[in-house]
RNA sequence: GCGGGUGUAGCUCAGCUGGUUAGAGUGCCGCCCUGUCACGGCGGAGGUCGCGAGUUCGAACCUCGUCACUCGCGCCA
């Protein structure tokens, strides 16, 4: 049918009777050299410019912008000039040089414009419910409802087009290394650990259901255990956790797999491709060299109160706990309180704030704490010069202090006066959380975060436990693949749950500007050290078996050492194009309820398919 | 599940301490306009102030509830 249409219109040609049916150039290819030659092109009627005499049409397609120009005596002026923006025509007419002074410098097809002779309305459009030209801000509702509209706005454009060039290189680069791109199901079965599961019901075994993927973890593992040896997949992943700007349900990761590795190994394979990508698509902007950073989690933590610190912010945290313990001393009786009960305090430097913030800098930066953070508060003092010489401060926290150490404080921080000092004080873990998320704030609010820069860093030496507050008992902190540091010989030596949360596993991020891209592991390959290492998280090895037992036989008949990782496809994106939001390098996202707002997902299921996949519905009370 | 923000014309927003007929820009419609590229000029249409109660002589504005969107917390190895 397209094929007769295509002859059709061709034999109406008449003038030119062997060009194509709708163009023979983009609206982005005409340059001067093309000056003279009869042209068509098609696309979307971008803007209009109507001076009554004369009719300005800039015709728009996926390459660039044409300028077109009509006159009255034309039998088509008044047709177009009664057509609605973003209507879709072909356009056939004269390419002609435009003169020095209506030239325009910024189009690539600014020296020319196309003298509009013959023209053809593909599809007129209707008043739209969102303008395409000049991208203002719309509500998200109607930018999803009407994604295709969005999408052909520039920067959404550009964004997806950069997602596609950027998995591309990722896929080039991946081979270019020696791995091979394998796939794995999208139907497969629950996984008891991490988040929770998207269901899907199986007709044919009823009250059984298949998992999507939260990330094809145990398929890459059997794919080294098959021998396979470099695996990489542009892997989608599937959660069904509530969402956030950088979270969605559905997502890609750049999944790795590679045997016969060591930690080292891993980074040094996946560094290239990393700094790559970065350097490839960031125009100008800097990016870390590689080799990346590497910080221990205990350090990241107590210098960035964080497990994915963002390094363009030169703040570093402050353990200063013992200079409060003594309130004989400080005169400050509420962290004594607190360190009494095993808090502790952590303080947050604010270079120059005090000179350069007003009280209500500090004032808010508490609000916020408060209201944001939820939590009890955040202390502040203002250092100034002191009467008498060296440097004191009139507010709560520090005005007390015995000289000495006070000076003593400030000389562990190397503050001075003008500055600024906040202090987080609570539970070792709220402490550091909030105190990591000030530093955050306080480095946007004073301007001192570096700009233009990809910032990398490898967080390592993630404990293998942690303390679980809820039960009350030792759990795996990441997921319990993980090879623990020292293999056997310290699990079995690990008998407090002290010296278990002590123990340090083969488990790693990789962090870019404060946005973790991605975790990964030296995988355990052994039974044995798997049986123990749930052991040590209080589960038997009837628990491995249930809940792993397809892995755990696998890794019975000769295991390759093996470790991997999965960067975050979209958060990579998103980190190149500048977004903030994830739904803006996403082609056709969901909105933050989980809903396709375009094509109505998710919806009721008809009583028919309900019957096939023997389910019955249950009455939700709101 | 919890907390913050937003909700006024198709859209972006203004609307003071509660007070007469709720405004602007943009888009839309009509007329004019031969060198624009955010073209310009004149005119017009367009409002359940998210929804529901309440307080008040009087509510876009105050109170309570509710809904929607969004940002965050919990959650997400």
């Known amino acids: 049918m397209a094929l007769k249409g295509v002859l059709v219109r061709q034999t109406f040609s008449t003038e030119t009777p062997r060009m194509h049916a709708y163009r023979t150039h983009t609206c982005g290819q005409l340059r001067s050299e093309h000056v003279g030659e009869t042209v068509r092109i098609s696309g979307w009627v971008h803007r209009k410019r109507d001076h009554g005499g004369l009719l300005f049409i800039d015709l728009r397609d996926h390459y660039g912008l044409t300028q077109c120009v009509v006159q009255p005596d034309n039998a088509h002026f008044a047709t177009l000039e009664r057509l609605r923006v973003e209507s879709v025509v072909s356009i056939t007419g004269n390419v002609v040089a435009r003169s020095e002074e209506t030239a325009n410098e910024n189009l690539d097809t600014g020296m020319i414009e196309v003298v509009i002779e013959q023209l ?263 250092l100034k010069e002191a009467d008498g010489g060296g440097v004191d401060s009139q507010d709560p926290v520090l005005k007390n202090f015995q000289p000495e150490l006070l000076n003593e404080l400030l000389e562990k921080m190397g503050l001075e006066a003008g500055d600024g000092i906040f202090f987080s004080a609570g539970k070792k873990s709220d402490a550091y959380k909030l105190a990591g998320a000030a530093r955050l704030k306080v480095g946007e609010e004073l301007d001192i975060v570096e700009k233009d820069i990809f910032k990398f860093c490898w967080i390592v030496d993630f404990p293998m436990y942690e303390w679980d507050e809820d ?53 355990n390959h052994r039974p044995d050290i798997m049986i123990k290492a749930f052991e040590l998280a209080g589960y038997g090895p009837e628990v491995v078996e249930q809940e792993f037992g397809g892995m755990l036989n696998a890794f019975k008949y000769g295991a390759p050492p093996h470790g991997g990782i999965a960067p975050g496809i979209d958060r990579i994106v998103m980190l190149l194009a500048g977004a903030d939001n994830i739904r803006d390098v996403i082609m056709f996202p969901m909105n933050q309820q989980g809903q396709d707002l375009l094509l109505g997902a998710p919806s009721p299921a008809e009583n028919a398919q309900l019957r096939e996949l023997s389910l019955r519905l249950v009455q939700v009370e709101k």
């Open 120 to 382: 053809e309305i593909q599809s007129a459009a209707d008043e739209l419910p969102l303008p395409v030209f000049g991208e203002p801000d719309y509500p998200e509702e109607i930018r999803l409802k009407h994604r295709y509209l969005d999408l052909r706005r520039d920067t959404l454009h550009k964004n997806i087009q950069l997602r596609a060039d950027v998995i591309t290189y990722l896929r080039e680069r991946m081979k270019g290394q020696g791995f091979t791109e394998y796939q794995s199901p999208i139907l497969t079965a629950s996984s008891p650990e991490g988040a929770r599961d998207f269901l899907v019901p199986s007709r044919m075994h009823p009250n059984n259901f298949y998992a999507l993927p939260q990330a094809p973890q145990q398929f890459k593992q059997l794919m080294m255990v098959s021998g396979f040896d470099r695996y990489f997949q542009i892997a989608p992943c599937f959660r069904d956790e509530d969402l956030r700007a950088d979270r969605s349900l559905e997502f890609y990761q750049l999944d790795i797999e590679m045997s016969f590795v060591t930690q080292e190994d891993v980074f040094s394979a996946i560094e290239p491709v990393m700094h790559g990508v970065f350097d490839e698509f960031s125009g100008e902007t800097e990016v870390t060299p590689a080799p990346f950073p590497r910080i221990p989690y205990k350090e990241a933590m107590e210098k960035y109160g964080s497990d994915k610190p963002d390094l363009r912010n030169p703040i570093e945290l402050c353990d200063v706990t013992e200079f409060f313990a003594d309130d004989s001393k400080t005169g400050f009786g509420i962290f004594a309180k607190i360190i009494a009960g095993g808090g502790k305090v952590i303080a947050v430097p604010a270079p120059k704030a005090a000179a350069e913030k007003s009280r209500k800098f500090f004032d808010d930066m508490d609000k916020w704490a408060k209201k944001e953070m939820q939590a009890p508060g955040l202390g502040y003092a203002r």
């Open 471 to 523: 039960n009350k008992k030792v759990d795996f902190s990441h997921n319990p693949f993980s090879m623990p540091q020292g293999g056997l010989e310290v699990l079995e030596a690990a008998d407090t749950d002290e010296k278990k949360l002590e123990i340090l596993a083969y488990q790693y991020d990789i962090v870019c500007n404060g946005t973790e891209l991605s975790s990964g592991a030296i995988r």
